[in-house]
């Protein structure tokens, strides 16, 4: 581990945490050990080069209909921005919490509707997140693993995919790495308003992904009693401490959901992903125990972006798989040796008992979603970018550790060559099971892995028998061992660096729903005929609109692409098709004052056949059906090529168009 001599301590003489040291005192974003000339050149160019590369052909990129057009509803007004509402009428919320989009929202309305605009924030919080981790990672682990973790987090491939897309996981990283650094703070100075910081930041990452957000609460917790050692006071303060931080956490996360609750339902949209329009239900439920098969009233995760993006589906080896493990995973092996380093190294410096319970935290963050998504339904594959800090931070502890006792006598020096090898060995074998992408990628790493394994053994042995020769500095020596320093550092993190390097220029391939980085199996050629069908029924419907409000009502992913577009349409039934919502009153009154004409029945989804919403038989009863000759409709059914656990993906659009207007 890095020196601590220069460290202020925060314990006195007893073991006990003081609050008037050098540290307590300090200003919160000056780091513990001191900056080095070459630190903050290495950091400009390191944020500079993930902006740009975040930042390129943003224009270029797609929005998810779904998302976008929530989006755009939510810049037109503060009632609709609050609530997350799908529509600038308000009819029906997202079926998550509206924080994903606050920012989203507030970046249209300040620059206007399109693709950059609401891409935007994402970059911003991704090239945040990138610092953030800097500045945590460096404060206990010095100013190299800084910079390491930062570099292993900006070129992490699914990191590069998500900060191009209109998926809300960058800022939930961005703030759970904001909590962390709070919590840095509490660890050193065992000061509640610290660790209160820390619970707010949580509480607000919960208004973003909800319950995902709390998973890292175990993480904190263990993390936090882990650095009071063995002083039962100290213990007992602090599991106070962090009774107190808990219930902040829980009253931040919980202020949505009571201003829905308390807000009359007539004065609010209905709440999707509930059947009973509670915010509780689409929270705990369709959110949370829906993700392990309980109470799936609606069949979440079921439709068509939850079975591209779910692949193998729910078993301990998913983390390992192939669209998840070429995302997060280059780096695991080192994520694992600097987690039984970090607790097991010995050092009895006060700092090092901070640095432990760092990587107790960090260790505990990873086991925690390791479970979850080995237990629970990944909709998606993206979800996994949770692991990318504590993987990050891991790994550059692990090489700063490894650097430093590569350096001195005894048997822990052969640690680095050893790790760079197994990392060649994984980051070969991971890149070989991709034969047709990148096919230079994996000999390339054997190449430069086995070079910079060569070079720290030698160099390690010519450097010993130097020193046996004419003890003293032997600067050519201290080259060699710098060289094999470097390569080892560029052999793991070449086969990430490629792989990211693939999101910089939008993919024509890629789909919206399901941003990841590499080769891709989905044809976004059907989507675009699926696309440019719907855009033919839009365009006969506008030509036979006659100052309606609404140019027609369907089911929320139907109506979503409109919507997005700029038209006023009526969704119903949510994002499953289910909801009983609108009510059919509200619908037949909206027809009665000529304010609604037509309404598209069906839906886009694949997957388990749902109920229709009440809406729907309403309509078959009092409408009559327009033939699908006339606005190009009609059934079709769309197969794309099987998932990584084999299984074929096939979606029906099989939308009906019909005439409420009394004679057609």
């Given at each position: 581990?890095?020196?601590?001599?220069?460290?202020?301590?925060?314990?006195?003489?007893?073991?006990?945490?003081?609050?008037?040291?050098?540290?307590?005192?300090?200003?919160?974003?000056?780091?513990?050990?001191?900056?080095?000339?070459?630190?903050?050149?290495?950091?400009?160019?390191?944020?500079?080069?993930?902006?740009?590369?975040?930042?390129?052909?943003?224009?270029?990129?797609?929005?998810l209909?779904y998302?976008?057009?929530?989006?755009?509803?939510?810049?037109q007004?503060?009632?609709?921005?609050?609530?997350?509402?799908?529509?600038?009428?308000?009819?029906?919320?997202?079926?998550?919490?509206?924080?994903?989009?606050?920012?989203?929202?507030?970046?249209?309305?300040?620059?206007?509707?399109?693709?950059?605009?609401?891409?935007?924030?994402?970059?911003?919080?991704?090239?945040?997140?990138?610092?953030?981790?800097?500045?945590?990672?460096?404060?206990?682990?010095?100013?190299?693993?800084?910079?390491?973790?930062?570099?292993?987090?900006?070129?992490?491939?699914?990191?590069?995919?998500?900060?191009?897309?209109?998926?809300?996981?960058?800022?939930?990283?961005?703030?759970?790495?904001?909590?962390?650094?709070?919590?840095?703070?509490?660890?050193?100075?065992?000061?509640?308003?610290?660790?209160?910081?820390?619970?707010?930041?949580?509480?607000?990452?919960?208004?973003?992904?909800?319950?995902?957000?709390?998973?890292?609460?175990?993480?904190?917790?263990?993390?936090?009693?882990?650095?009071?050692?063995?002083?039962?006071?100290?213990?007992?303060?602090?599991?106070?401490?962090?009774?107190?931080?808990?219930?902040?956490?829980?009253a931040?996360?919980?202020?949505?959901?009571?201003?829905?609750?308390?807000?009359?339902?007539?004065?609010?949209?209905?709440?999707?992903?509930?059947m009973?329009?509670?915010?509780?239900?689409?929270?705990?439920?369709?959110?949370?125990?829906?993700?392990?098969?309980?109470?799936?009233?609606?069949?979440?995760?079921?439709?068509?972006?939850?079975?591209?993006?779910?692949?193998?589906?729910?078993?301990?080896?998913?983390?390992?798989?192939?669209?998840?493990?070429?995302?997060?995973?280059?780096?695991?092996?080192?994520?694992?040796?600097?987690?039984?380093?970090?607790?097991?190294?010995?050092?009895?410096?006060?700092?090092?008992?901070?640095?432990?319970?760092?990587?107790?935290m960090?260790?505990?963050?990873?086991?925690?979603?390791?479970?979850?998504?080995?237990?629970?339904?990944?909709?998606?594959?993206?979800?996994?970018?949770?692991?990318?800090?504590?993987?990050?931070a891991?790994?550059?502890?692990?090489?700063?550790?490894?650097?430093?006792?590569?350096?001195?006598?005894?048997?822990?020096?052969?640690?680095?060559?050893?790790?760079?090898?197994?990392?060649?060995?994984?980051?070969?074998?991971?890149?070989?099971?991709?034969?047709?992408f990148?096919?230079?990628?994996?000999?390339?790493?054997v190449?430069?892995?086995?070079?910079?394994?060569?070079?720290?053994?030698?160099?390690?042995?010519?450097?010993?028998?130097?020193?046996?020769?004419?003890?003293?500095?032997?600067?050519?020596?201290?080259?060699?061992?710098?060289?094999?320093?470097?390569?080892?550092?560029?052999?793991?993190?070449?086969?990430?660096?490629?792989?990211?390097?693939?999101?910089?220029v939008?993919?024509?391939?890629?789909?919206?729903?399901?941003?990841?980085?590499?080769p891709?199996?989905?044809?976004?050629?059907?989507?675009?005929?699926?696309?440019?069908?719907?855009?033919?029924?839009f365009?006969?419907?506008?030509?036979?609109?006659?100052?309606?409000?609404?140019?027609?009502?369907?089911?929320?992913?139907?109506?979503?692409?409109?919507?997005?577009?700029?038209?006023?349409?009526?969704?119903f039934?949510?994002?499953?098709?289910?909801?009983?919502?609108?009510?059919?009153?509200?619908?037949?009154?909206?027809?009665?004052?000529?304010?609604?004409?037509?309404?598209?029945?069906?839906?886009?989804?694949?997957?388990?056949?749902?109920?229709?919403?009440?809406?729907?038989?309403?309509?078959?009863?009092?409408?009559?059906?327009?033939?699908?000759?006339?606005?190009?409709?009609?059934?079709?059914?769309?197969?794309?090529?099987?998932?990584?656990?084999?299984?074929?993906?096939?979606?029906?659009?099989?939308?009906?168009?019909?005439?409420?207007?009394?004679?057609?």
């Amino acid at each position: 581990m890095v020196s601590s001599t220069t460290i202020p301590s925060d314990f006195d003489q007893q073991g006990r945490l003081g609050r008037t040291s050098a540290v307590s005192g300090s200003r919160p974003w000056r780091a513990l050990i001191g900056n080095p000339w070459w630190e903050r050149p290495a950091l400009l160019v390191l944020v500079l080069a993930t902006a740009l590369g975040y930042g390129w052909e943003l224009d270029r990129n797609q929005l998810l209909n779904y998302y976008s057009a929530a989006v755009r509803s939510m810049s037109q007004s503060w009632t609709t921005f609050v609530f997350g509402a799908q529509d600038p009428s308000g009819t029906l919320t997202l079926d998550k919490l509206p924080g994903s989009f606050w920012l989203e929202a507030l970046s249209v309305r300040a620059f206007g509707f399109h693709n950059w605009s609401v891409l935007l924030p994402h970059v911003a919080e991704a090239v945040l997140a990138v610092i953030v981790l800097h500045r945590v990672t460096r404060r206990w682990w010095g100013p190299v693993a800084g910079i390491l973790a930062a570099a292993a987090l900006a070129v992490t491939p699914m990191v590069g995919a998500l900060a191009k897309a209109e998926i809300a996981d960058m800022l939930l990283m961005l703030l759970l790495l904001l909590a962390v650094a709070a919590w840095q703070r509490s660890v050193e100075t065992g000061r509640l308003r610290w660790l209160l910081l820390s619970g707010v930041w949580v509480g607000f990452a919960f208004h973003v992904k909800m319950v995902q957000a709390w998973a890292v609460l175990p993480a904190l917790g263990v993390g936090y009693l882990v650095a009071a050692g063995r002083n039962p006071a100290v213990l007992w303060r602090r599991a106070g401490q962090l009774l107190l931080a808990g219930v902040t956490t829980l009253a931040v996360s919980s202020l949505w959901i009571v201003l829905v609750l308390l807000t009359p339902a007539s004065a609010r949209p209905y709440v999707d992903g509930s059947m009973d329009n509670s915010p509780i239900s689409m929270v705990f439920g369709y959110n949370a125990l829906g993700r392990f098969g309980v109470g799936d009233d609606l069949g979440m995760g079921g439709g068509l972006g939850a079975q591209i993006g779910s692949g193998t589906g729910t078993h301990w080896l998913y983390l390992l798989s192939d669209q998840v493990a070429p995302q997060v995973g280059w780096l695991y092996p080192l994520a694992l040796a600097g987690l039984l380093l970090g607790i097991a190294w010995p050092d009895p410096a006060p700092r090092a008992a901070w640095a432990r319970a760092g990587c107790v935290m960090w260790g505990v963050w990873l086991l925690a979603h390791v479970v979850a998504f080995s237990l629970g339904h990944v909709a998606h594959s993206f979800y996994v970018a949770a692991l990318a800090p504590p993987v990050a931070a891991l790994a550059a502890t692990a090489l700063t550790t490894m650097w430093s006792a590569y350096r001195q006598e005894g048997w822990r020096k052969w640690l680095l060559p050893l790790m760079i090898a197994v990392s060649t060995v994984w980051s070969a074998y991971l890149a070989s099971r991709f034969p047709g992408f990148l096919p230079w990628l994996a000999p390339s790493v054997v190449v430069t892995g086995s070079l910079a394994v060569v070079v720290l053994v030698i160099g390690r042995i010519v450097s010993a028998r130097a020193s046996e020769r004419s003890p003293g500095a032997r600067p050519w020596t201290t080259h060699v061992l710098a060289a094999g320093g470097f390569l080892g550092v560029v052999t793991v993190l070449l086969a990430p660096s490629a792989w990211a390097a693939t999101t910089v220029v939008p993919n024509p391939d890629a789909v919206s729903f399901d941003p990841a980085a590499g080769p891709r199996k989905i044809p976004a050629a059907e989507f675009d005929k699926s696309a440019r069908r719907n855009q033919k029924t839009f365009d006969y419907l506008r030509s036979r609109r006659q100052g309606e409000k609404y140019l027609f009502a369907a089911s929320s992913m139907i109506a979503a692409s409109a919507t997005a577009a700029g038209e006023s349409v009526l969704p119903f039934g949510g994002f499953s098709g289910s909801l009983p919502a609108p009510s059919v009153d509200h619908v037949a009154d909206l027809v009665s004052r000529r304010e609604l004409r037509y309404v598209i029945l069906g839906n886009i989804l694949s997957g388990r056949k749902r109920p229709e919403p009440p809406v729907a038989g309403w309509v078959r009863l009092n409408c009559s059906q327009v033939d699908p000759k006339e606005y190009g409709g009609g059934g079709r059914t769309v197969t794309l090529p099987p998932t990584d656990s084999g299984r074929p993906i096939s979606f029906r659009y099989d939308l009906q168009l019909y005439d409420c207007r009394p004679g057609g």
